[in-house]
């Protein structure tokens, strides 16, 4: 099955908003959410209870939070931008963390776009609807 927008994220309640405002939006047509690092690294590479997806295709872009169990976003990023496979994946760091360090890591790393989660309903959707429009119709990406 092909995924428009991977969403890793931990929080049901922030992962609800941005399905409900990316389907209300017709942004995409197949979002899969991940509830942690550990299982986006096995989406994306095909692994544990992933081993049955084609490694070969890849979301449009991921929406990754940084603060996660098990894997942190930024290890996740690190794994991404590490192989070949990978690498050209779109990935915007969708976060609640205000930390420069974050920021700048997560650029040393190679994420497209680092956006903080805004803390009204209103704005996060609006935020969400904002990332799905560039990323799902105007972004372009190379056919790998």
Known sequence: MKVDILLVEDSPFD????????????????????????????YIFATGRYASRDVAE?????LLDLKMP???????????????RTKCIPVV??????????????YNLGVNSFITKPVEFENFTKAIV????????????PNK
């Open 93 to 106: 760091a969708l976060t609640s963390s205000k930390q420069d360090s974050d920021m700048i890591e997560s």
């Open 130 to 141: 904002d990332i799905g429009y560039y990323w799902m119709m105007l972004n372009n990406i």
């Open 15 to 42: 992962a609800d908003l941005c399905l409900r405002a990316l389907k209300a939006n017709n942004l995409a047509n197949t979002i899969h959410w991940v509830k942690d690092g550990e299982e986006a690294l096995e």
């Open 58 to 62: 890849h979301p449009k872009v991921i």
């Open 70 to 84: 098990k894997v942190s976003g930024l290890e996740v990023l690190a794994k991404i931008r590490g192989d070949e």
